[in-house]
């Protein structure tokens, strides 16, 4: 097997890895039991889904991945603050 | 599909190596948001992925587009600055929401109120009904 | 400096930040980008933060090699904990450590250091009483993370922060 022929493989299985975290991630997400075990999960749903897109960045060749790997980081961020301030508080703005 | 560039073979094998262990490092901290067995544990299991999981997927990333263009691409290093930054802020908030609402309800899971007090700011009403 | 560079390394920060968003170091980058590192920490300014010194660049250093390192050693511990462990998670618990600092910049740099590392995680810190809850989740022996926490990170913070 050439090494660009391993490469690709390699990738694949990065990219299969990254999916069952997302899965184990999704599982939390989906059965709790309690709001922050909900929250907890989608933060790691998010980290991983910004690396898969980083792995895609070098399946694909292409540097536009990062940006999107960049937004969803940053998004992830927010909305999970946003989500724990709201747990503390009951509101997200004081 | 798959358009991988020209590399020699010692850089597509280091490439393969980072994301393959990087991947591998996250799904094992996702395992442990599984298997872990109660939520202050599993606040550990996301940090594998946001650490090392992360920097390795992103230098793997960056060494092959470096190789690939031939010329420095490093801005990988931003988002690891950034999640290196905001994981652990998120973490924090999110585990201090937690013991916050574990210790309105009374919870004997968690450390009483004389250790933690400044949690609920002086003047400030406890919410009386439990929420899911 | 204080007149037009109040944060000049905020100022560097942010024009290198974009300059690799634009992946160019063309001189119109490198203009566009100052122009407007000036004026972040303008506005920085404004708010009247206040003002961190780092004292020891060496040991700010030394500190970074040594979280690095601790990051990786923990990454495996966990990781171990994660996959061996029949039941993970028996012997995590609260604990409380004292500590001396009071510097607020280095106890911000302590909170991300000990909850980016995988295993410990930073609840709750009372500065009344200057104590510092923590979350450990391999928690055998409690002098062992109090023995890790001041003696490797919090000395360094102090040299470097007060």
Request: glycine fraction near 8%; aromatic fraction near 8%.
């Amino acid at each position: 097997m050439s090494a660009l022929g391993f490469l690709g493989w390699a990738i694949v299985a990065a990219q299969v890895m990254l999916g069952l975290a997302m899965c184990c991630a999704t599982f939390r997400l989906a059965t709790g039991p309690r709001a922050q075990d909900r929250i907890l999960g989608l933060d790691t749903l998010y980290v991983t889904a910004m690396l898969m897109l980083v792995t895609f960045g070098i399946r694909t060749g292409s540097t536009l991945y990062f940006e999107a790997a960049l937004v969803i980081g940053l998004l992830g961020f927010v909305s999970t603050v946003a989500l724990a301030k709201f747990l503390m508080r009951g509101e997200v703005i004081e | 599909m798959t358009a991988l560039g020209d590399l020699p073979a010692w850089a597509a094998f280091l490439v393969a190596f980072c994301v393959l262990l990087g991947a591998a490092v996250t799904l094992i901290g996702s395992i442990g948001l599984l298997r872990l067995s109660n939520f202050y544990a599993r606040v550990h299991a996301p940090t594998l992925g946001a650490t090392l999981g992360m920097v390795s997927i992103l230098l793997g990333s960056a060494f092959y587009f470096t190789m690939l263009e031939g010329r420095p691409v490093v801005h990988e290093i931003l988002i690891a600055v950034f999640v290196t930054l905001t994981t652990p802020v998120t973490l924090m908030l999110l585990a201090r929401a937690a013991l916050y609402r574990d210790r309105t309800e009374g919870s004997t899971e968690v450390p009483a109120s004389e250790v933690v007090e400044d949690l609920i700011p002086p003047g400030q009403e406890r919410p009386k009904e439990r929420m899911p | 400096m204080s007149g037009i560079l109040p944060y000049p390394l905020l100022s560097l920060a942010l024009l290198v930040l974009w300059l690799l968003l634009n992946q160019s170091i063309s001189a119109g980058h490198v203009i566009l980008g100052s122009v407007l590192a000036v004026l972040a920490s303008w506005a920085m300014a404004a708010l009247r933060p206040e003002k961190p010194r780092i004292r020891r660049p060496g040991a700010a250093l030394r500190l970074t090699g040594m979280v690095v390192v601790d990051i990786l050693r923990s990454n495996l511990a966990v990781g171990r904990i994660i996959v061996r462990s029949r039941e993970p998670g028996v012997n995590a618990g609260f604990m409380t450590i004292p500590l001396d600092m009071r510097s607020r910049q280095g106890l911000a740099v302590l909170s991300i250091i000990i909850t980016s590392t995988p295993g410990t995680i930073w609840m709750n810190y009372d500065a009344a009483k200057g104590t510092l809850l923590l979350h450990v989740l391999d928690l055998v022996d409690e002098t062992v993370w109090i023995r890790t926490i001041k003696g490797r990170y919090e000395r360094l913070l102090m040299e470097i922060f007060e």
